[in-house]
T-cell receptor
Framework: GAVVSQHPSWVICKSGTSVKIECRSLDFQATTMFWYRQFPKQSLMLMAT?????????EQGVEKDKFLINHASLTLSTLTVTSAHPEDSSFYIC???????????FGEGSWLTVV | LAKTTQPISMDSYEGQEVNITCSHNNIATNDYITWYQQFPSQGPRFIIQGYKTKVTNEVASLFIPADRKSSTLSLPRVSLSDTAVYYCLVGDKGDSSYKLIFGSGTRLLVRP
């Protein structure tokens, strides 16, 4: 299947700092990518849809100023968690829409721990 | 977006066939049905996708009745490594705002 890669796999940061997570589609171009977060033993929650060259579309309840999404190229989307707090600690997963076929493939996920 | 309902959990034994059924009563005409598998601390992995009747690939089969209000993922001869959470999702792939909203999924435990 298609390959979507995230970096870093895990990161620890101090409260109040910002951290960036990258999502790359390695073998296809993706005009649309998605960002999810997942808490232990829970399902994935869609945070936002990232569109190449335009602003991201955020789901209800997700703070756009806190979770900055940039999709500057057809193979890269980034999620920046600004002014991180311990409650932002979670598993963040990205996915990318591959065409033709419109099948969505997921990255390996990134663990964020805010201390 | 059509909501899906799956059993919360299922148990099986190695070598058995496992069938996980998903209900999607409000599925729209253009919606496709997609199943993903997720292991702990990993992103979901695409298993299979279909629109109607039966789809088969190297790892699973997907059965969709004529009314499309449900679908069944069939895993032949499961092994311990098939222990995971399985998600059923529906969505219109042709829609410019296509996205996947996850339900609770089915936790499959395969016992020796």
């Amino acid at each position: 299947g298609a390959v979507v890669s995230q970096h870093p796999s895990w990161v620890i940061c101090k409260s109040g700092t910002s951290v960036k997570i990258e999502c790359r589609s390695l073998d296809f171009q993706a005009t649309t990518m998605f960002w999810y977060r997942q808490f232990p033993k829970q399902s994935l929650m869609l945070m936002a849809t990232s569109n190449e060259g335009s602003k991201a579309t955020y789901e209800q309840g997700v703070e756009k100023d806190k979770f900055l999404i940039n999709h500057a190229s057809l193979t890269l989307s980034t999620l920046t968690v600004t002014s991180a707090h311990p409650e932002d600690s979670s598993f963040y997963i990205c996915s990318a829409l591959r065409n033709p076929g419109n099948t969505i493939y997921f990255g390996e996920g990134s663990w964020l721990t805010v201390v | 977006l059509a909501k899906t309902t799956q059993p919360i959990s299922m148990d099986s034994y190695e070598g058995q066939e496992v069938n996980i059924t998903c209900s999607h009563n409000n599925i729209a005409t253009n919606d496709y049905i997609t199943w993903y598998q997720q292991f702990p601390s990993q992103g979901p992995r695409f298993i299979i996708q279909g629109y109607k009747t039966k789809v088969t690939n190297e790892v699973a089969s997907l059965f969709i009745p004529a009314d499309r209000k449900s679908s069944t993922l069939s895993l032949p001869r499961v092994s311990l490594s098939d222990t995971a959470v399985y998600y059923c999702l529906v969505g219109d792939k042709g829609d410019s705002s296509y996205k996947l909203i996850f339900g609770s999924g089915t936790r499959l435990l395969v016992r020796p």
